[in-house]
């Protein structure tokens, strides 16, 4: 019988070009197991431990590591090297002391250092918004989350603060005018700005944003940008700054 499903390994070369690794060290590199994010928007945890934070030099001490609970992502243990990180999530090392939030640039997802207490929460933006059982509404969110709380008043597109990993509500930010917005992708990543309208999609034309930044006024897709505050990020947002 042949063999079901896709392959396990991944050549560096093949590698998204937004992953910051070498590409001729070695042949091979962890690929991402299907999880909360997708492939083009992630980083495999062992690629973060070993290539971006240099905690070990080969993959067997770096699974050694892991398989031990040294390596935290968003306060949970995770003991595989293929577990996807994406958008936001805290990658905490206990026994160094330091925790990284993986954060928008224009090569890609970039590790920006947090301190402790800042670790404890996450920004997720909202995809889904249901009715379920009981008339209770359950939000989705971009890293996989869900919770159910009828006290929220969001939409998709909104975002929320939660502690982790307990997942306790602690502020929201609108993707409304006059909140703060962070561009996602494309040469303008990791910029931030005050949205200044939001414009609602047709049939041919997709829901768009318009953002004062720092390079001038942009309208961007609303997919492609993600409320943090409103007079100032709630979180780590950039490489080196808040």
């Known amino acids: 019988m042949g063999k079901k499903g896709g392959k396990n390994k991944m050549k560096r070369l093949a590698a998204p070009r937004s992953w910051d690794i070498s ?18 928007s992630s980083y495999p945890l062992g690629v973060v431990a070993r290539d971006l934070l240099s905690l070990a030099e080969l993959s067997k001490e770096l699974k050694y590591i892991m398989k031990n609970g040294k390596i935290l992502v968003d306060g949970k243990e995770r003991r595989t090297p293929r577990f996807p990180v994406g958008l936001f999530n805290v990658v905490s090392v206990p026994v ?38 009981g008339g209770h509404i359950q939000y989705g969110f971009h890293d996989g989350r869900s919770i159910v709380d009828d006290k929220l008043d969001l939409s998709p597109g909104d975002a929320v603060l939660l502690e982790v990993p307990s997942q306790k509500v602690l502020g929201q930010a609108k993707l409304a005018k006059g909140s703060l917005g962070l561009v996602l992708t ?34 961007v897709p609303s ?11 709630m979180i780590t947002v950039g490489a080196g700054a808040r």
Do not use: W
């Open 23 to 40: 590409r001729k060290s070695a042949r091979f590199v962890f690929k991402p197991t299907p999880g909360p994010h997708e492939i083009s």
């Open 223 to 233: 997919r492609l940008v993600f409320p943090v505050g409103t007079s100032s990020p």
């Open 186 to 219: 494309g040469d303008r990543a990791g910029q931030l700005g005050k949205i200044a309208d939001v414009k609602k999609g047709t049939i041919s034309r997709e829901k768009m944003v318009r953002l004062t930044l720092s390079s001038g006024e942009a309208e």
């Open 96 to 133: 160094e002391g330091v925790d990284y939030r993986l954060v928008p640039s224009p090569k890609g997802l970039v590790l920006a250092k947090v301190n402790a207490e800042e670790a404890r929460t996450k920004l997720c933006s909202v995809r889904t918004k249901t009715k379920v059982k």
